[in-house]
């Protein structure tokens, strides 16, 4: 399983830091000048944030596509994006007016619009949804256009990231997997990644940011660890290491993982990328801090 990093601060790109991150285009926008990774990272599209703020999405598709195509082009080794996706919590769905099913629907409608428009981009599609039949209905949703899930080499699996009940999230993503989806876990809870690893692709986390808040800085520059590479690839390895030693019921107050470890890469990837739009080897396996960010406190 590979595990993103998430952060907030994209000058970590440049760095050679020897684990993915996730970086929201929240934080990459706008920049005159942007990194260039030293390795592969996923962009994740900041939905959460913004539909909790605006209620709606205050960029359209094109604008989106040609940020990615940047970001592509400048920053490199881009894996892969997320789309502008529409989350299902309650929260979200008060802000909207929407329903699941309209959030669904846009959520869709969303990805097949940005498919069209850049096809050499490795947009992912994600499935939103409460109940695991939302989940599947997304899913089915998805397969009546024709968007073969289980042939793309990533699928994400959105608004679990805020849940309290572990056992369900671990429903919810063994039921897809069994569908064959390569999975991508948005803002799994720690100790619920030690329940369902085996079951997806990757996940990815900020809450070492969060976490870090409450550490006393290492340094008299760091008044705490929030914003701190040291402490928080410290808690990336903290964390693999326990996931691989299957103990993370051990291992209290980690706190929540937000969306995106390491596994083979597909053939026919080029820089490590997936690529949605051609058919996934059976060999292939497999995003941020905006999410976490919005997370209980770890
Ligand atoms: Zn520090």
């Given at each position: 399983m590979r595990f993103y990093l998430g952060t907030h601060q994209p000058a970590w790109l440049a760095r050679d830091l020897g684990v993915p991150l996730l970086v929201s285009h929240r934080r990459l926008a706008g920049r005159r000048s942007l990194p260039r990774a030293s390795g592969p990272w996923a962009c994740d599209s900041g939905g959460y944030s913004e539909l909790s703020l605006y209620g709606r999405w205050r960029t359209d598709e094109r604008a989106?596509?040609?940020?990615?195509?940047?970001?592509?082009?400048?920053?490199?080794h881009l894996a892969w994006a997320a789309p502008m996706d529409h989350m299902t919590e309650a929260h979200v769905l008060a802000r909207t007016g929407g329903t699941v099913r309209t959030h669904q629907q846009r959520t869709v409608a969303n990805?097949?619009?940005?498919?069209?428009?850049?096809?050499?981009?490795p947009i992912i599609p994600v499935l939103q949804g409460q109940s695991i039949a939302d989940y599947h209905r997304c899913a089915d949703l998805y397969e009546r256009h024709d968007v073969d899930l289980a042939a793309l080499p990533l699928v994400g699996v959105g608004s679990v990231c805020r849940r309290q009940h572990t056992a369900e999230v671990e429903q919810i993503v063994r039921s897809l997997a069994a569908r064959g989806y390569r999975l991508h876990a948005f803002g799994a809870k720690v100790l619920g990644l030690g329940?369902?690893?085996?079951?997806?692709s990757s996940s990815d986390s900020?809450?070492?940011?969060?976490?870090?808040?409450?550490?006393?800085?290492?340094?008299?520059?760091?008044?705490?660890?929030?914003?701190?590479?040291?402490?928080?690839?410290?808690?990336?390895?903290?964390?693999?290491?326990?996931?691989?030693?299957?103990?993370?019921?051990?291992?209290p107050g980690c706190g929540p993982v937000s969306p995106r470890s390491q596994g083979s890469r597909a053939r026919g990837q080029k820089n490590g990328r997936t690529r949605p739009g051609s058919p996934r080897p059976r060999q292939a396996r497999g995003r941020m801090a905006a999410r976490a960010q919005n997370s209980?406190?770890?």
């Open positions: 989106y596509v040609a940020a990615l195509r940047r970001y592509d082009s400048e920053i490199g990805y097949l619009r940005l498919r069209d428009l850049a096809p050499e981009l329940r369902y690893a085996d079951a997806i900020a809450s070492w940011s969060f976490r870090g808040r409450y550490v006393p800085g290492c340094t008299p520059s760091h008044r705490s660890e929030s914003n701190c590479l040291r402490f928080a690839l410290a808690w990336h390895t903290r964390l693999l290491t326990s996931l691989r030693a299957g103990e993370l019921g051990h291992q209980p406190a770890a």
